[in-house]
């Protein structure tokens, strides 16, 4: 088998940073899937389109975010994503305190929370198997803020005119441009994110009962369309039995998402040489809008629902391939130093296999992907992160890349993918993707779900360093 071309590699690196944020339903996101969609038909394949409509939410710019407190400006990190919308709202600002604001406290005012980076105990989230150390806790974004903002709608109910989160444990440049959470329903109350001296001053300000102004001009768009693509190979020799290679076509920086390539990648594999099980490959919409799609689970999770009978119908989906975050490098925080920036080295790997079997496989085909090799990990009892976890919630053995760096989820700039891992890790997809076509069906192993118990432990032990911190 001969190296993914770096040629190709090179054009969608440089497509992904022209485009830029590619947020559901924008015309950026619309381009890079009409460019997927064009590339399956030009090794001759059919390609399928499931449309949805969804209110769409774009992010302010320019001068259209903005906080002044005591009538002097703020540095703002970033906008809560599907918040809400105003051209200006000004009142005293209100700290609510704890997992549970006491919203109504802050009714006719700003409200203020603060928000911890605080270091998540990632072996209660992330199993590893036998052989793999376990990983080591790490501070992300997107776990605190989602947990921060998980009552938000009481704060529409209780007539709070909007709220800032005050970022604590984080650099304001890793906290620049975050988009997130950007799993919340759309709340209708504007909020936003403050870190570093700006946060400090909001929460000493909140203390005191000063005034604020704050403006998100964030537009709102109704009846907009967005498109998940995807295309079927027909097996030769099984073609009942079907293997899903899944990824997501919307992202906000050129690691989140860059998975087309992946998939593009294997399309014309399985095109050159056909395969014995039906391929298919579904690029998925609204992974950063999942309630447009589905109110559980993520965006693959609506596809599997319209399109049973190529997975449990007529046809069985035997394995699954999830592939999201291709050459990530690593990047990290230090809220004591203040710095925040790349550490020459690659991000290390979260590569999930669901079934022992497909972990033997998979470390086979990883071996020499990533100096060091690579963590062989498996579910949580509480999360399976990533477009992997429709095909763990539904039984289907799979392995899944969704490596997890501080700037996921950022829309700011950055030096962030090694081409040279990303064509390792593309080629071992597609070195693995191989292995699955003509492996005999008891070889897949059976995915074990967790039962109560485990998912309790798990949860004590989350809610353990919630308190420690």
């Known amino acids: 088998m ?32 009409d460019h997927v969609a064009d590339q399956w038909r030009d090794i001759g394949l059919t390609v399928h389109e499931d449309r949805h409509v969804f209110t769409r939410w774009d992010p302010p710019t320019g001068g259209g975010l903005r906080l002044e407190v005591a009538g002097e400006p703020v540095e703002v990190s970033s906008a809560f994503p599907y918040s809400g919308a105003t051209y200006g709202v000004s009142g005293p600002l209100r700290r609510l305190r704890g997992p549970l604001p006491r919203w109504k406290a802050a009714r006719g005012g700003i409200a203020v929370i603060e928000v911890d980076n605080w270091l998540l105990p990632m072996s209660a989230l992330v199993g590893t198997w036998d052989g793999s150390p376990p990983w080591d806790p790490m501070r992300h974004p997107l776990v605190p803020a989602t947990l921060a903002s998980a009552t938000m709608a009481g704060a529409r109910r209780s007539a709070v ?10 650099t304001p ?7 997130v959470p950007f799993t919340m329903p759309y709340q209708d109350t504007p909020a936003l ?52 290679v899944v990824s ?61 009978d190529l997975w449990a119908g007529g046809r069985r989906a035997v394995a699954g391939l999830a592939i999201e975050h291709l050459g990530a490098r690593e990047y990290r925080d230090d809220p004591a130093t203040g710095r925040y920036g790349p550490t020459g080295d690659t991000e290390p790997e979260l590569l999930y296999a669901t079934t022992r079997e497909l972990k033997t496989l998979a470390s086979l085909e990883w071996r020499d992907v990533r100096p060091g090799g690579t963590r062989m990990s498996r579910p949580g009892p509480l999360i399976h992160f990533g477009e992997g976890e429709p095909l763990w919630d539904r039984g289907i053995p799979a392995v899944a890349l969704v490596t997890t760096p501080q700037y996921l989820l950022s829309t700011t700039p950055g030096d962030h993918v090694d081409p040279d891992l990303l064509c ?15 492996l005999p069906t008891r070889g897949f192993g059976t995915v074990a779900r967790p039962n109560a118990l485990a998912r309790l432990a798990a949860t004590v032990k989350v809610v353990a360093a919630l308190l420690r911190r």
């Open 2 to 33: 001969e190296p993914v071309g770096r040629e190709f590699v090179d054009a969608e690196i440089a497509l992904l940073e022209r485009l830029g944020p590619r947020l559901t339903g924008t015309p950026a996101h619309e381009e890079l899937i």
């Open 161 to 170: 005119t909007a709220v800032v989160f005050a970022w604590r444990g984080i």
């Open 173 to 179: 440049d890793c906290a620049h441009g975050q988009y």
């Open 193 to 244: 994110f403050v870190a570093g001296d700006a946060a400090e001053t909001v929460l000493a300000a909140a203390e005191r009962g000063a005034r604020a102004a704050l403006t998100l001009r964030a537009a709102l768009t109704p009846e907009s369309t967005t498109r998940t693509v995807w295309t079927v190979v027909e097996g030769t020799r099984r073609p009942q039995e079907t293997v899903l």
């Open 248 to 308: 997501h076509s919307d992202g906000v920086n050129v690691v989140e998402e860059n998975g087309h390539i992946g998939l593009t990648a294997l399309a014309r594999d399985v095109v050159a040489d056909p395969p014995e099980r039906t391929t298919v490959f579904v690029l998925t919409t609204a992974h950063l809008r999942i309630p447009a799609v589905t109110d559980h689970g993520q965006a693959t999770t609506r596809w599997l629902a319209d399109h049973r």
């Open 424 to 438: 390792r890790q593309v080629d071992a997809f597609r070195r693995l993707r191989r292995r699955l076509d003509v």
